[in-house]
């Protein structure tokens, strides 16, 4: 083998496993981005169920007497 076939052969298996390690990369941000997309849509859920639970919360202190008001047998 020529020093010319010797480096192309090098070449071609430098780049055949840059193509490998591009392909896992590529599945890993496919992953990634699934999980991202995830967690995006439970923290817009639980943004929503906060928002009810507060509106909640305030309805009902709206609905009790405050603390620092006297009872009525007073």
Do not use: C, G, W
């Not at 192309?8 to 490998?20: G, K, N, V, W, Y």
């Not at 890993?28 to 995006?40: C, E, S």
């Amino acid at each position: 083998m020529t020093q010319y076939e010797e480096r192309l052969i090098s070449m071609e298996t430098q780049l055949t496993f840059q193509d490998d390690l591009i392909e896992q990369l590529n599945q890993q941000v496919i992953l990634q981005q699934r999980d991202l997309l995830l967690l995006q849509e439970q923290l817009h859920l639980m943004a929503q169920r906060f928002k009810t639970l507060q509106k909640a919360s305030e309805q009902q202190d709206e609905q009790t007497p405050a603390a620092n008001e006297r009872p009525p047998h007073y």
